[in-house]
Structures are given as structure tokens and as C-alpha cells.
T-cell receptor, first 116, second 115 residues
Framework: EPEVTQTPSHQVTQMGQEVILRCVPI?????FYWYRQILGQKVEFLVS????????KSEIFDDQFSVERPDGSNFTLKIRSTKLEDSAMYFC??????????????FGPGTRLTVL | AQTVTQSQPEMSVQEAETVTLSCTYD???????LFWYKQPPSRQMILVIR??????QNATENRFSVNFQKAAKSFSLKISDSQLGDAAMYFC????????????FGTGTRLTIIP
């Protein structure tokens, strides 16, 4: 069964460094999302992406964040200058359709980002 | 803004018994979807069950069923005949029925199955 995959599973970085989190969505999906979960808190929406542009972004998704679909398969989240408070689990999700009753968002296993 | 609240951070149930996980939400919208996602340890979230707000009938998927009370903005998940494989984090989530809208999640309930 097709799955969303994410790499790396765990990323440790120094404050101020740039990180790129990678996701491979399910191949025929058109809608892509990033969510994050700070330890012990709820899963929060960051950004949605469709047709090579951002559809919606949350207030968390400031100028330090960017997303890209550099080729036909990868979907990346870049954090330009990481802060301690960026430490979290980052989940990628993809969906085939635009949110109808049967359009399910499929989630990847997550990347745990630790900023020291 | 929409909010989703799960007031039970942890629950446990004896194997083969029934357990109910609670979820309440707040929205001013009338057309939306509600979901329960399961996240086993070190595994991705998978969809357990969905409910469309305009449907009065409660959704059922095998051993999983919901009690959807639209007026009360309550959406609980009932797991019957609990199995060891049901042990996971369970997230309640909301999505408006418009475009490719984001999911809004609760804080989750960790379910432990006692053999």
C-alpha cells in the first residue's frame, strides 16, 4: 500500500542552522501539508500546498519557513535559521483531492527535529 | 477559530472490553468533517473513522463507532472488543468542508490496553 515517507527520522541541529526536512508524498496525490507537534502539545497545521504554490499557512509559518516541491516526487520544508522553539515532530501529509468527504490526508511517520 | 479539545490525556481498558474516548469542538461552521486518527508508537497517523456533520447517522467502522452530538459539539469514539493492537495515541480532528482545508487536532488521548 502506498505510504508517505519522511527523511530523516531524527535531525539534530544547532540553533541558527538551516534544516531541510524531506517528504515523499503518495505518487498520485496533489495536495500537500506540513504539521508539527511540540512534545506534549497538539498537532498544529503549518502550511498547505497545491499546484506549486502555498494554499494556506498558519501564523507559525513565518519568513523562516519555506516549502518546495523541487521535482515530481519530493516535498520539502526548510527552516532557514532554527530556534530552540522549533524543536518538534514534523509531519508531512498528502491527499488526492480537494477536501471532499472521501479525501483523506495520509500522514508520514514524522521527523523529530531537535535544536540545541 | 475552530478548537478541538480532548480532556482525557490517558485512558486504559482491559482487553476485550469497551472504551470511549471523548472529544469536544467549537466552530461556527455548519458544514464540516470530524475524524479520529490513531498513531501507534513510532508509526504514522492513520485514519480510523470520519463523520460528516450533515449526516445524522453515527459512523461505524467494524469495532469503532462514534457518538456525534452536533448540538453539543461532541464527538466521542467507542472502541468495542479492545485488542492489544489498539494501543496508540488517538487524535480527534476537525476540518471545514471547503477546499483542501487543514486539519485542526486535539491534544490526543493515549490508550493503553491491559492484557
Amino acid at each position: 500500500e502506498p505510504e508517505v515517507t519522511q527523511t530523516p527520522s531524527h535531525q539534530v541541529t544547532q540553533m541558527g542552522q538551516e534544516v531541510i526536512l524531506r517528504c515523499v508524498p503518495i505518487s498520485n496525490h496533489l495536495y500537500f501539508y506540513w504539521y508539527r507537534q511540540i512534545l506534549g502539545q497538539k498537532v498544529e497545521f503549518l502550511v498547505s500546498f497545491y499546484n506549486n504554490e502555498i494554499s494556506e499557512k498558519s501564523e507559525i509559518f513565518d519568513d523562516q519557513f519555506s516549502v518546495e516541491r523541487p521535482d515530481g516526487s519530493n516535498f520539502t520544508l526548510k527552516i532557514r535559521s532554527t530556534k530552540l522553539e522549533d524543536s518538534a515532530m514534523y509531519f508531512c501529509a498528502s491527499a488526492q483531492g480537494a477536501g471532499g468527504p472521501t479525501d483523506e490526508q495520509f500522514f508520514g511517520p514524522g521527523t523529530r527535529l531537535t535544536v540545541l | 477559530a475552530q478548537t478541538v479539545t480532548q480532556s482525557q490525556p490517558e485512558m486504559s481498558v482491559q482487553e476485550a472490553e469497551t472504551v470511549t474516548l471523548s472529544c469536544t469542538y467549537d466552530t461556527s461552521e455548519s458544514d464540516y468533517y470530524l475524524f479520529w486518527y490513531k498513531q501507534p508508537p513510532s508509526r504514522q497517523m492513520i485514519l480510523v473513522i470520519r463523520q460528516e456533520a450533515y449526516k445524522q447517522q453515527n459512523a461505524t467502522e467494524n469495532r469503532f463507532s462514534v457518538n456525534f452530538q452536533k448540538a453539543a459539539k461532541s464527538f466521542s469514539l467507542k472502541i468495542s472488543d479492545s485488542q492489544l493492537g489498539d494501543a496508540a495515541m488517538y487524535f480527534c480532528a476537525y476540518r471545514i468542508n471547503f477546499g483542501n482545508e487543514k486539519l485542526t487536532f486535539g491534544t490526543g488521548t493515549r490508550l493503553t490496553i491491559i492484557p
